[in-house]
């Protein structure tokens, strides 16, 4: 198990040196220009944070057919949904807007950013490339999991979860 936890991290720090990069460089620039916490090179920086927490959750998760809907969520706040709401935060801190605006614009920006990736995981399903711009069925490939596959996990049948166990755990396509 630890030789697990340590090649996830592993990967995790390989594969995403620059988050690293850019949260730390975020931080010394809002340091640099105001060092008031609701600043957008602060809020940015703590994004890059949490983004980077969150990539680190959805490697732990990968080809983890025993992730719950509460545990998928969680990724998708910490990557998606802050990255949305970090966005929409940022405008009204900019303009000097009163708190309670940057707040519920933080708020809908974390909504929005949960919508967008429910709605992304779905058409990895049974979208079109041409018009998505994208490839169908990446997620799948590459052993992500999803609310798609966590639902259908949960609410199969023995031989549809062996399904899943085999193509996302084992990597057995045939």
């Keep these: 198990m630890l030789?697990?936890?340590h090649r996830v991290l592993q990967r995790a720090m390989l594969g995403h040196q620059a988050d690293g990069v850019i949260e730390v460089a975020l931080g010394d620039l809002a340091a640099l220009q105001r060092p008031d916490p609701?600043?957008?090179l602060d809020i940015?920086?703590?994004a890059a944070a949490t983004i980077a927490e969150g990539e680190v959750m959805?490697?732990?998760?990968a080809k983890n057919t025993a992730t719950t809907e509460d545990?998928?969520?969680a990724v998708v706040r910490g990557k998606t949904a802050e990255l949305f709401a970090a966005a929409c935060e940022v405008g009204p801190v900019?303009?000097?807007?009163?708190?309670?605006?940057?707040?519920?614009c933080r708020s809908v920006g974390m909504?929005?950013?949960i919508a967008f990736q429910l709605v992304d995981d779905v058409l990895d399903y049974g979208g079109k490339a041409a018009k998505l711009g994208k490839n169908v069925g990446d997620d799948f490939?590459?052993?992500?999991?999803t609310l798609p596959v966590v639902l259908a996990f949960r609410r199969g049948n023995d031989v549809e979860r062996e399904f899943w166990i085999r193509t996302l755990e084992r990597g057995e396509i045939a």
Aim: hydrophobic share 45%; aromatic share 6%; glycine share 12%.
């Design 3 to 5: 030789g697990a936890v």
């Design 38 to 40: 609701e600043f957008a």
């Design 44 to 46: 940015l920086s703590s």
């Design 58 to 61: 959805q490697l732990a998760a």
């Design 71 to 73: 545990e998928y969520l």
């Design 94 to 104: 900019i303009a000097g807007r009163p708190k309670a605006e940057q707040t519920a």
């Design 111 to 113: 909504n929005l950013g």
């Design 141 to 145: 490939r590459e052993g992500k999991i």
